[in-house]
Protein backbone atom coordinates (compact mmCIF):
# COMPACT_ATOMS: atom_id res chain seq x y z
CA UNK A 1 0.00 0.00 0.00
CA UNK A 2 1.43 3.43 -1.00
CA UNK A 3 1.88 5.38 2.01
CA UNK A 4 0.76 9.37 0.75
CA UNK A 5 2.99 11.89 2.23
CA UNK A 6 1.21 13.92 5.30
CA UNK A 7 0.66 17.49 4.58
CA UNK A 8 3.44 18.95 6.59
CA UNK A 9 5.83 16.46 4.74
CA UNK A 10 4.58 18.87 0.87
CA UNK A 11 4.51 21.74 2.97
CA UNK A 12 7.93 21.75 3.63
CA UNK A 13 9.54 20.18 0.27
CA UNK A 14 12.49 22.64 -0.79
CA UNK A 15 10.84 23.07 -4.07
CA UNK A 16 8.22 24.37 -2.57
CA UNK A 17 9.57 27.13 -0.12
CA UNK A 18 8.92 30.52 -1.26
CA UNK A 19 12.20 31.24 0.10
CA UNK A 20 14.42 28.92 -1.12
CA UNK A 21 13.67 30.59 -4.70
CA UNK A 22 13.86 33.83 -3.45
CA UNK A 23 17.41 33.00 -2.24
CA UNK A 24 18.73 30.34 -5.22
CA UNK A 25 17.00 33.87 -7.65
CA UNK A 26 19.45 35.83 -5.61
CA UNK A 27 22.91 33.44 -5.58
CA UNK A 28 21.82 33.18 -9.56
CA UNK A 29 21.46 36.61 -9.75
CA UNK A 30 25.12 37.59 -8.07
CA UNK A 31 26.82 35.11 -10.68
CA UNK A 32 25.63 36.95 -13.14
CA UNK A 33 27.43 39.88 -12.12
CA UNK A 34 30.45 38.40 -11.15
CA UNK A 35 32.51 38.86 -14.48
CA UNK A 36 30.58 41.74 -15.32
CA UNK A 37 31.76 43.39 -12.00
CA UNK A 38 35.40 41.70 -12.09
CA UNK A 39 36.37 43.85 -14.93
CA UNK A 40 35.26 47.03 -12.94
CA UNK A 41 37.38 45.57 -9.98
CA UNK A 42 34.20 45.45 -8.04
CA UNK A 43 32.95 42.84 -5.68
CA UNK A 44 28.42 42.61 -5.84
CA UNK A 45 28.11 44.61 -2.57
CA UNK A 46 30.98 47.06 -3.55
CA UNK A 47 28.92 47.52 -6.40
CA UNK A 48 25.59 48.11 -4.52
CA UNK A 49 28.08 51.31 -2.77
CA UNK A 50 28.88 52.59 -5.83
CA UNK A 51 25.15 52.63 -7.12
CA UNK A 52 24.08 54.44 -3.70
CA UNK A 53 27.36 57.14 -4.26
CA UNK A 54 26.68 57.43 -8.03
CA UNK A 55 23.17 58.63 -7.24
CA UNK A 56 23.97 60.93 -4.66
CA UNK A 57 27.63 61.64 -3.80
CA UNK A 58 29.51 63.19 -0.45
CA UNK A 59 26.87 61.36 1.86
CA UNK A 60 26.87 59.61 5.32
CA UNK A 61 27.95 55.94 6.15
CA UNK A 62 24.90 56.16 7.50
CA UNK A 63 22.83 57.04 4.60
CA UNK A 64 24.20 54.59 2.77
CA UNK A 65 23.78 51.89 4.96
CA UNK A 66 20.09 52.97 5.29
CA UNK A 67 19.92 52.45 1.22
CA UNK A 68 21.14 49.08 1.53
CA UNK A 69 19.53 47.84 4.60
CA UNK A 70 23.05 47.34 6.27
CA UNK A 71 24.71 48.14 9.56
CA UNK A 72 27.67 49.95 10.41
CA UNK A 73 29.65 47.07 11.04
CA UNK A 74 29.57 45.40 7.39
CA UNK A 75 29.49 48.12 5.46
CA UNK A 76 32.79 49.61 7.25
CA UNK A 77 34.89 46.96 5.18
CA UNK A 78 33.73 47.31 2.08
CA UNK A 79 34.27 51.04 2.28
CA UNK A 80 37.60 50.46 3.70
CA UNK A 81 38.61 48.48 0.73
CA UNK A 82 36.80 51.33 -1.65
CA UNK A 83 39.22 53.50 -0.65
CA UNK A 84 41.75 51.50 -0.45
CA UNK A 85 41.48 51.41 -4.30
CA UNK A 86 40.75 55.49 -4.42
CA UNK A 87 37.43 54.75 -5.21
CA UNK A 88 36.07 56.62 -2.49
CA UNK A 89 37.31 58.67 0.57
CA UNK A 90 36.37 59.05 3.94
CA UNK A 91 36.45 61.75 6.07
CA UNK A 92 34.89 62.86 9.66
CA UNK A 93 31.72 65.28 9.08
CA UNK A 94 33.20 68.63 9.94
CA UNK A 95 29.83 69.56 11.45
CA UNK A 96 29.60 66.28 13.49
CA UNK A 97 32.65 64.57 14.07
CA UNK A 98 30.89 61.19 14.78
CA UNK A 99 29.77 60.86 11.52
CA UNK A 100 32.07 59.64 8.52
CA UNK A 101 31.12 61.49 5.04
CA UNK A 102 32.30 59.39 1.82
CA UNK A 103 32.93 60.99 -1.59
CA UNK A 104 34.06 59.53 -5.16
CA UNK A 105 37.18 59.82 -6.15
CA UNK A 106 37.82 60.73 -9.80
CA UNK A 107 38.34 57.18 -10.21
CA UNK A 108 35.30 56.32 -8.91
CA UNK A 109 33.41 58.83 -10.74
CA UNK A 110 34.76 57.36 -13.93
CA UNK A 111 33.93 53.98 -12.69
CA UNK A 112 30.10 54.84 -13.45
CA UNK A 113 30.82 55.12 -16.93
CA UNK A 114 32.16 51.58 -17.35
CA UNK A 115 29.63 50.52 -15.27
CA UNK A 116 26.69 52.30 -17.10
CA UNK A 117 26.39 48.69 -19.65
CA UNK A 118 25.57 46.44 -16.80
CA UNK A 119 22.03 46.70 -16.51
CA UNK A 120 21.71 45.61 -20.17
CA UNK A 121 23.48 42.91 -19.75
CA UNK A 122 22.00 41.48 -16.88
CA UNK A 123 18.71 41.95 -18.72
CA UNK A 124 19.46 40.32 -21.72
CA UNK A 125 20.94 37.49 -19.49
CA UNK A 126 17.70 37.29 -17.19
CA UNK A 127 15.28 36.45 -20.54
CA UNK A 128 12.90 39.08 -19.65
CA UNK A 129 11.57 42.15 -20.82
CA UNK A 130 12.55 45.46 -18.73
CA UNK A 131 8.66 45.57 -18.19
CA UNK A 132 8.86 41.98 -16.40
CA UNK A 133 11.74 43.08 -14.66
CA UNK A 134 10.41 46.37 -13.15
CA UNK A 135 7.17 44.25 -12.46
CA UNK A 136 8.82 41.62 -10.23
CA UNK A 137 11.41 44.62 -8.84
CA UNK A 138 8.05 46.63 -7.24
CA UNK A 139 6.74 43.20 -5.59
CA UNK A 140 9.90 42.03 -4.46
CA UNK A 141 10.01 45.74 -2.78
CA UNK A 142 6.21 45.23 -1.33
CA UNK A 143 7.40 41.97 0.25
CA UNK A 144 10.55 43.85 1.67
CA UNK A 145 8.44 46.36 3.14
CA UNK A 146 6.05 44.38 4.27
CA UNK A 147 8.75 41.99 5.52
CA UNK A 148 10.28 44.48 7.62
CA UNK A 149 7.22 46.61 9.19
CA UNK A 150 6.62 42.66 10.68
CA UNK A 151 10.26 42.52 12.28
CA UNK A 152 10.06 46.35 13.51
CA UNK A 153 6.48 45.44 15.44
Known amino acids: MKKHPS ?13 FALYSASLAMT ?9 LGLTYPQYLVMLVLWKQDDILVKD ?5 FLD ?28 VRVRLTEVGRKLRRSAE ?12 DAAQLAQLRSELQQLRSALQSTLSE
Do not use: M, N
Request: net charge negative; glycine share 4%.
Open 7 to 19: PHEDYLALDKQFC
Open 31 to 39: KTYKPLLDE
Open 64 to 68: IGEAL
Open 72 to 99: SGTLTPLLKRLEAAEIISRQRDASDERQ
Open 117 to 128: KIPRQVLCASGQ
